[in-house]
């Protein structure tokens, strides 16, 4: 049998980390501003209407 070579599980470096974070903030950012431009837009073109 040939010996296999067992990969160590590493954790992210502290500045792996800190990009991981920024990006989902980001991320989360765009998701929430696009979510909350959908119903302001509504309620504009409610009032133009009437």
């Known amino acids: 049998m040939k010996n ?3 990969k160590k599980e590493r954790q992210n470096g502290f500045f792996k ?3 991981i974070e920024l990006r989902d ?4 950012e765009v ?3 696009i979510l909350m431009f ?3 837009m ?3 073109l409610i009032k ?3």
């Open 4 to 6: 296999k070579k067992i």
């Open 17 to 19: 980390e800190i990009l």
């Open 25 to 28: 903030s980001i991320l989360f």
């Open 31 to 33: 998701a929430w501003h």
């Open 38 to 40: 959908i119903p302001r």
């Open 42 to 44: 509504m309620i504009l």
């Open 48 to 50: 133009n209407i009437w």
